[in-house]
């Protein structure tokens, strides 16, 4: 089992318990007691959970636990994605973030370009997620314009009828989708309905759309379709993508970036 899997089942498996010892634990996954210590101590400097004498219990709140995890998973090749996406977006332009981890990257990395440290404003920002409003909130050279709806406490993102009255009204120049899953034929998805659709209505008020997505979502389908391969202009992915991959996304049309 590779330390990714490993690391999921330990994590699915406090969610569900709410605590785990190391025996048990190792019982579980039929790994060595040093390989489950070493597993809760690497956890626990993610701040995903709490280390206990013997063991671990869920860190503070648990719904924070699948973000947190998420963002641990191809955190290199999301900084790098992030960084790509991020030099794709003009001083003052207007672009749309969905939620998720790659996204809340692409918030960060636009939050140190040195031409963005000023304007009027140096950007505008319109997303439903809760936690890259937050972080953005502090650069006042930066226009944030946040969603109504309903808080996801999985995602962070507000979700729901409220949100298209503020969506209704707007358009941005790029909208840059978080996505579980993109294929050719099948296009971007999410893994909740609610979700997709906000995400869909940010892309129709769009000039033009970019997928941040690291390659394991590719050639992937999920239950919630948020909008065709054909209408999305740039998929920046990293360098990990077959070939064959590329060229199907460049024979729809999919100006494909691999960093």
């Known amino acids: 089992m590779s330390r990714d899997a ?4 330990l994590l699915d ?14 019982a579980d996954l039929a790994v060595s007691a040093a390989t489950i210590r070493r597993d809760f101590d690497q956890l626990a400097e993610q701040q995903m959970l709490v280390r206990t004498r013997g063991g671990a219990v869920v860190h503070g709140v648990s719904y924070e636990l699948p973000l947190r995890y998420k963002t641990a998973r191809h ?9 790509a996406v991020a030099e794709l977006v003009a001083p003052g332009e207007a672009v749309g973030l969905t939620g998720g981890t790659t996204t809340t990257e692409v918030a960060r990395a636009l939050a140190v370009r040195t031409d963005l440290t000023s304007g009027t ?10 936690n890259i409003a937050n972080e953005l909130a502090v650069r006042p050279q ?4 946040l969603t109504g ?4 406490p999985q995602s962070y993102e507000l979700v729901g009828p409220l949100a298209d009255g503020v969506l209704s009204q707007i358009t941005v120049d790029v ?3 978080g996505v579980v899953a993109f294929d050719v034929t099948h296009g971007a ?6 979700e997709a659709a906000i995400n869909r209505l940010l892309c129709e008020r769009a000039e033009r759309v970019v997928v941040a997505a690291d390659s394991s979502k590719l050639g992937q389908r999920a239950f919630a379709r948020i909008c065709s391969a054909e209408s999305v202009n740039t998929l920046v992915t990293d360098t990990a993508v077959a070939p064959e991959t590329v060229r199907r996304f460049e024979d729809a049309g999919v100006r494909v970036v691999a960093v």
Do not use: C, M, Y
């Open 6 to 9: 490993r690391w999921k089942a």
């Open 13 to 26: 498996l406090l969610v569900e318990r709410g605590r785990l010892d190391v025996e048990e634990a190792a």
């Open 75 to 83: 955190a290199s090749e999301k900084q790098r994605i992030a960084k």
């Open 121 to 130: 404003p140096a950007l505008t920002i319109v997303t439903n997620a809760l």
């Open 142 to 145: 930066f226009k944030i314009v």
């Open 149 to 152: 709806g309903v808080a996801r």
């Open 175 to 177: 909208a840059v989708l």
């Open 189 to 194: 998805a999410a893994h909740d309905e609610a």
